[in-house]
């Protein structure tokens, strides 16, 4: 990936563009391996699940992925409601020495896990003038995600498809409107199932991919977090250079025009 290419969120510089969760794996060990292969910068921990100091007597997450490596993105997985969300990252902001930069999710119900738009909103209002610097889960509806950075979100991340399916991008051009109208970083989150659907996601123009199921679910999770990277640097690099235009038929790869001989009797 060009040096140049940087991933800019709350004014922090990233070289990465693939954002990576901490559940779901085997154990302590594989999590450290699997992130530090992935060569993401940003991880993002679900604070209602995972010990980050809350629970002394419990091994602690950080001492696998320090703060002083990675900059660590509380979330509010779990949260059905805007005020409990909003708990969840102040009670994240006392952890982490005041840290603020936050990824907020509102589901609306179990089965899905599709987030509750209204409460998403009225929690990002919340935390935005609570001095948050909020990254939001939402639904790829274009309106939706352009009123959340209007509210003041210094990233938008919607879905690709359900959380933790696997299903791949089920809407490009829901995706390709959101990014088209942006100006915040659109970070595909939720429904990735493997490397091509990265790409994929990159290839469209989004800033940066946010995964966590698709790693840790794969039979061998650190080769994984190898696929994807490589998935988003190849994504990445073919949108910036622009791929050909689609064709009905064929066009020749070496025009017979102006050759010396072009056929016939």
């Known amino acids: 990936m060009r040096n140049q290419?940087?991933?800019?969120?709350?004014?922090?510089?990233?070289?990465?563009?693939?954002?990576?969760?901490?559940?779901?794996?085997?154990?302590?060990?594989?999590?450290?391996?699997?992130?530090?292969?992935?060569?993401?910068?940003?991880?993002?921990?679900?604070?209602?699940?995972?010990?980050?100091?809350?629970?002394?007597?419990?091994?602690?997450?950080?001492?696998?992925?320090?703060p002083s490596e990675f900059t660590i993105l509380p979330n509010t997985a779990g949260c059905y409601t805007a005020d409990d969300a909003v708990r969840v990252c102040r009670l994240a902001r006392e952890l982490l020495d005041g840290h603020n930069l936050v990824k907020l999710e509102v589901l609306g119900d179990q089965k899905t896990l599709y987030p509750d738009v209204p409460a998403t909103l009225e929690a990002a209002e919340k935390l935005v003038s609570d001095g948050f610097e909020v990254m939001v889960y939402t639904s790829d509806d274009p309106i939706c995600a352009k009123r959340l950075e209007e509210i003041g979100c210094v990233a938008v991340m919607p879905l690709a498809s359900p959380i933790g399916s696997g299903l791949g991008i089920q809407n490009r051009y829901n995706l390709m409107t959101i990014i088209e109208n942006a100006e915040v970083p659109i970070i595909v989150d939720a429904g990735v199932g493997t490397a091509s659907d990265a790409a994929v996601a990159m290839e469209l123009g989004c800033d940066g991919v946010l995964m966590n199921t698709a790693i840790a679910a794969a039979k061998d999770p650190v080769l994984m977090a190898s696929a994807m990277r490589k998935g988003i640097e190849a994504g990445r690099e073919a949108f910036l250079a622009g791929r050909m235009p689609m064709r009905r038929f064929a066009s020749a790869s070496s025009p017979l025009e102006g050759t010396f001989w072009q056929g016939g009797s």
């Open 5 to 66: 290419d940087i991933l800019t969120i709350a004014g922090r510089e990233y070289q990465s563009r693939l954002l990576v969760g901490t559940g779901k794996y085997r154990d302590m060990d594989e999590t450290g391996r699997a992130i530090r292969e992935s060569g993401a910068e940003i991880v993002t921990v679900a604070i209602r699940r995972t010990n980050i100091g809350q629970n002394p007597e419990e091994e602690n997450l950080l001492d696998v992925i320090p």
